[in-house]
């Protein structure tokens, strides 16, 4: 395909976006961790992402991994999508950085490879701790994120002190994203409709790092307006939503079964 | 027209200064504006309409000069200020051109509840007006649609609906009929009328002539920044060489059947026989 680099960027943009929408869907699905209070969510999972950076063992990371994807099955949501969207992109991502560490961390060898240092077993252990990890964060990162409406865990991050400005940049963020992807599609499409013929790599780079700096000036300048029109409608940085977070048995039940759970994974992970 | 009034003004703007990086948008503009008036600000492409907009709407702050909401100096100060803020919100809207900058939130429902959320409304009081408001706009229906995803003159109802919620003593528009097609500008225009009833002060930003009447009932022609004519809008209307040297017209060469003919009033309605 001529402009192969082109369409398949517009074509991400386009997905994160539809991505976006599914996680606002999701949110809204009757779920386990959809019922509870967000406040409850933000605590309870980030402790669990918490007890996994400080366990050793690899064992209880595999088991708070296990934990993160049985609170996905009971909240509904597609672990084919989750697969696709979390657990592949973090793997390759992380795999990436844990190769060395199967050549370079001394120990027994476990495979000679011609012409590199032999695969150790404690390398191989490294690599598949550090895997595990970020498997397990961002699966229980994912699922704070996947369950919760956007403005829902804003308010619940505000809830638990998180200052106004630092709100406020999140709030710009996400809707920046939204703004970042529509441009973009729109400015590739009317590229792409009077592009003719094939590009070479080079002109495809120079036109990719082109179009890059003024969809940043120009999403720049959309995300100010859109602040703009958020303040001309009374907004001062408070999140407020039309509905109050209210603490009720099975929120005060589940903040104690996962601050529990964190506790015991830290301490079992010693 | 005109009209002279003895009491505060709604708004009161004296000499303004606005420099937009260096190039200047507003150049000692003076404008006062009674209650209840309904305003037309003509003008082509960046002759400060959209501007004095933003000013009004306490967005941007003057460069020089002042501009008054009922006798107060509007500025950063005074928008600091939660109550007088709160309270200047409540009673000034102004709807953006652009619907795609002012539609932000995930849900049509949470977009008209935006505002009265922003100014800590009591729930109940959001729910009633949120639903009359939809209802009024008919768009009850796309309550639950993503804002990004309905059609040009769906965006443009929602906008306003975001803003009416909140029944402002006073409505700043910013081309509210641009780039809508015939059926949805008439729509608007309706929808704009309905919402009014002669009580309410609105000031339209537009280059669209043939809407004016029905919009307005004093037509301002801004150029360069600066008020050039102020008059009603059958007035401004018959001043073509005014009309022209602001950009609002221009030679306009057409064919009807087979007559080809030219006129410098594309906004009046005309046929020929034969």
């Known amino acids: 395909m001529s402009t192969g680099v082109i369409t398949r960027t517009a074509r991400g943009f386009t997905s994160v976006l539809a991505q976006a929408l599914i996680s606002e869907h999701s949110a809204h699905q009757r779920g386990v961790l959809q019922a509870l209070d967000p406040r409850v969510k933000v605590v309870g999972l980030l402790s669990l992402v918490l007890a996994t950076a400080l366990s050793r063992h690899i064992a209880v990371v595999a088991v708070l991994l296990a934990l993160a994807v049985a609170l996905a099955l009971v909240s509904r949501l597609s672990l084919w999508s989750m697969a696709k969207r979390v657990w592949l992109v973090a793997f390759l991502f992380t795999f990436t950085i844990a190769v060395p560490a199967l050549f370079l961390t001394p120990g027994e060898p476990l495979l000679q490879l011609p012409g590199v240092p032999a695969i150790t077993a404690q390398g191989t252990r490294s690599a598949a701790m550090l895997l595990l990890r970020v498997e397990s964060a961002v699966t229980l990162s994912t699922l704070l994120v996947l369950t919760t409406p956007w403005m829902h865990l804003l308010k619940a991050l505000r809830a638990l002190m998180v200052p106004v400005e630092a709100i406020m940049m999140l709030a710009m963020t996400h809707r920046y994203a939204v703004l970042l992807t529509e441009t973009a599609n729109a400015m590739f499409e009317s590229r792409q409709s009077r592009m003719v013929g094939r590009l070479e790599g080079r002109e495809q780079r120079r036109l990719m790092i082109n179009s890059g700096g003024v969809l940043l000036s120009k999403t720049l300048e959309m995300g100010n307006q859109v602040f703009l029109a958020m303040q001309a409608r009374g907004f001062r940085g408070e999140i407020r939503l039309l509905d109050e977070f209210h603490m009720r048995g099975r929120d005060y039940f589940a903040l104690g079964a996962l601050l529990a759970a964190a506790a015991l994974a830290v301490a079992a992970g010693r | ?274």
């Open chain 2, 1 to 274: 027209m005109r009209t002279e009034s003895q009491g505060v003004a709604e708004f009161e703007a004296e000499d303004l200064r606005y420099e937009y990086e260096g190039i200047p948008a507003l150049e000692g503009l003076s404008l006062r504006v009674e209650p209840g008036e309904r305003i037309a600000l003509l003008g082509a492409n960046g002759s400060g309409k959209s501007t004095l907009l933003r000013l009004m709407d306490a967005l941007h702050w003057a460069s020089a000069g002042s501009l008054r909401f009922r006798g107060h100096a509007l500025g950063e100060q005074a928008m600091e200020d939660e109550s007088f803020a709160l309270d200047f919100r409540r009673r000034v809207g102004l709807v953006f051109q652009n619907p795609d900058i002012q539609l932000f939130n995930p849900t049509v429902f949470d977009e008209v509840a935006f505002g009265p959320l922003q100014l800590g409304w009591p729930r109940e009081q959001i729910l009633d007006r949120v639903h009359a408001t939809l209802a009024w706009i008919g768009a009850e229906h796309l309550k639950e649609r993503a804002p990004y995803r309905l059609s040009g003159g769906e965006k443009k109802r929602v906008a306003i609906a975001s803003v009416v919620v909140l029944d402002p003593d006073v409505l700043l528009l910013d081309e509210p009929t641009a780039a809508l097609d015939p059926r949805s500008q008439s729509q608007m225009i309706e929808l704009l009328e309905s919402w009014n009833d002669g009580r309410k002060t609105t000031i339209t930003a537009t280059h669209q002539l043939e809407i004016l009447g029905e919009i307005s009932d004093r037509a301002v022609v801004l150029d360069h920044g600066r008020v050039v004519a102020d008059a009603s809008p059958a007035e401004i209307l018959s001043n073509a060489a005014l009309l022209a040297s602001a950009n609002l017209v221009h030679v306009h060469r057409h064919l009807h059947g087979g007559v080809t003919h030219k006129h410098s009033s594309p906004f009046l309605r005309h046929e020929h026989k034969g």
